[in-house]
C-alpha cells in the first residue's frame, strides 16, 4: 500500500502532448496537481526519435494500411523515465479493460507510465516492455491520449485527501452496483417530486431506499454486475421486494 504522504508520480509518452493541458489543468485533477497530491509530466516522444527527422513509426510488414509506432523510440523513452517502482501501462483496445478496481489498484503505486500509442497500433515487440495494457472499451479511437486522460482522472480522485472520502464511497461500481438516484432542489419539478423518504430524517430508511434504488438500477441497467457479485441477506431481501413490487 502507498503511504499517504507519497505523491503519486505519472510520467505520459505522447506524440500530441498538447491534448492533455486542459483538462489536467480544470476542476478537480488541476486542483490535485496544485495541491502535489500528484505530479503528472507529459513528455513529447519525438524527442526520442529516429535520425534527422525524429522518426517514430514506419509502414507495417506485410502490407497494409496505415503507419506502426517503432520500438526503438519506445524503448528508449522507456528507459528514460522508468524506475525501479514503475509500472509501465499501454493504452491498447486489446487490453484489459478499464474498471474501478484497477484504478484503484492504480491509486497505490508510486509511479506509472501511461504510453499512448497513435495510428495503427505498435509494433508488437513494443508489448514486452509494458507490465500492463488497458483498454477503456470496445471501440476505436484514434490514438491513446483520450484513454490516458480517463485512467489518470478515475486514478488520481481516489488518492489520500484528493476529495471527500464519502464521495467515492458510495459512488457507481465502488461496490459492484451502480449509484442510486441522487436528487436536489427544488423538491418538485415538472411534476415529479423528490421521493419522501429522502426528506424524513430517517437515516435508516434512507440508507435501505439508496440500496434497494442502487440494487434496482444494477438489475435494470447492468444485470452483468449483479451476476459477478455476492449479495448480503439484506441486498437478496430487497431484490425480492423489487420482484415482488413489495417495500416499493
Known sequence: MRDAAVTLEIDVLTLFPAIFDAPLRASI????????????????????GIGRHRSVDDYPYGGGAGMILRPEPVAAALQAVRRPETLAILLDAAGEPFGQSR???????RHLVL????????????RSMVDLELSIGDYVLT???????????????????AI?????????????LLEYPQYTRPPEFNGRAVPPVL??????AVRRWRLRESLR???????????????????RRLVGELDTGSGE
Do not use: K, N
Not at 490514438?143 to 485527501?161: H, K, Q, S, T
Not at 471527500?164 to 459492484?176: I, N, R
Open 217 to 235: 438500477r444494477t438489475r435494470d441497467r447492468r444485470p452483468d454486475l449483479l451476476e459477478a457479485r455476492g449479495m448480503s441477506p439484506e441486498e
Open 164 to 176: 471527500d472520502a464519502a464521495s467515492t464511497a458510495e459512488e457507481s461500481f465502488t461496490g459492484g
Open 103 to 109: 484504478a484503484a489498484a492504480l491509486a497505490t503505486h
Open 199 to 204: 426528506v424524513s430524517g430517517d437515516h435508516g
Open 29 to 48: 485533477p488541476g486542483r490535485i496537481v496544485e495541491r502535489g497530491l500528484a505530479v503528472i509530466r507529459v513528455h513529447d516522444l519525438r524527442q526520442w
Open 143 to 161: 490514438g491513446g491520449e483520450l484513454p490516458a486522460l480517463v485512467v489518470i482522472d478515475a486514478v488520481i480522485r481516489l488518492l489520500p485527501d
Open 115 to 126: 504510453l499512448c500509442p497513435r495510428y495503427e497500433g505498435v509494433d508488437e515487440r513494443i
